[in-house]
């Protein structure tokens, strides 16, 4: 099952998500948000979308630091949703008016169902006869790992680092890796397709995800999408989802 590091951060190809319907839309909205932000952000535009007739949500799933290049060489996103305040801080220079931040989550390792090689804690990743996917350091996800491990005196060896934790959650439900470390909220959309061994002391390291408008954005289309991500159903709409809240 090994099949080396993987190291190198893989840029990956983007998931867009249009949610309007009925008529065409005047005017589209393209928000960037970090992958693990999917299901919760696919309910908020839908909402969006209801109230503001005359725009189109085009959402585009990926890693932070992915969406963050893509901004920097000039991309066509009005919004960013991070999952870590560092990443948001690289495109600074694009923002409008200062970021937000709306949610957070902590890591958690997930295995296989049944968890058949007895994980019990983060230290039990340092075997080496374990599969062990993270994601790559670059990302807000690995830097959390890293972070994690380095507080609690552990050494990882991962076998792969992905661009994005959606990729870690796949190598483990496909079988092509032993455990991986992984946000709460991805271990808890995959169900029954993992087992999740709680980490000690992650919840004093949570990610904080910020939001903001860029500044080539239409101003009060994007400043409202931020808001309905901020607002009391928005926040609901995260909280289901198992994000924790600022």
Do not use: W
């Not at 928000?31 to 725009?55: D, K, T």
């Not at 919004?79 to 409008?96: G, I, K, L, N, P």
């Not at 507080?151 to 455990?179: C, F, H, I, M, N």
Request: charged share 20%; hydrophobic share 40%; glycine share 8%.
């Amino acid at each position: 099952m090994r099949s080396g590091v993987t190291a190198a951060l893989v840029v990956t190809a983007l998931v867009l998500t249009a949610c309007s319907s009925g008529p065409d839309p005047e005017q589209t909205l393209r928000v960037g948000a970090a992958a693990s932000l999917q299901e919760p952000f696919e309910e908020i535009a839908e909402n969006y979308e209801a109230e503001h007739r005359h725009v189109g949500v085009e959402l585009q799933f990926a890693g932070s630091s992915d969406l963050a290049a893509q901004i920097s060489n000039g991309a066509e996103i009005d919004v960013f949703a991070s999952a870590d305040e560092e990443t948001m801080e690289r495109v600074s220079a694009d923002v409008a008016g200062e970021p937000t931040v709306f949610a957070t989550n902590t890591l958690t390792i997930v295995t296989e169902p049944g968890n058949p090689r007895g994980i019990s804690g983060l230290g039990d990743l340092e075997d080496d006869t374990l599969d062990v996917v993270t994601c790559a350091p670059q990302v807000p996800c690995g830097r959390a790992a890293e972070d994690l491990a380095r507080a609690r005196g552990v050494t990882l060896t991962p076998v792969s680092e992905e661009s994005r934790v959606t990729d870690v959650l796949a190598k483990v439900t496909s079988g092509e890796a032993d455990a991986g470390l992984v946000y709460v909220t991805d271990a808890a959309g995959a169900g029954q397709d993992v087992a999740t061994v709680p980490i000690r002391g992650a919840d004093a390291q949570p990610n904080r995800y910020p939001i903001a408008a860029l500044t080539s954005a239409p101003s009060d289309e994007a400043q409202a999408f931020v808001d309905a991500v901020t607002d009391a159903r928005g926040q609901r709409i995260l909280d289901d989802h198992g994000f924790g809240l600022p």
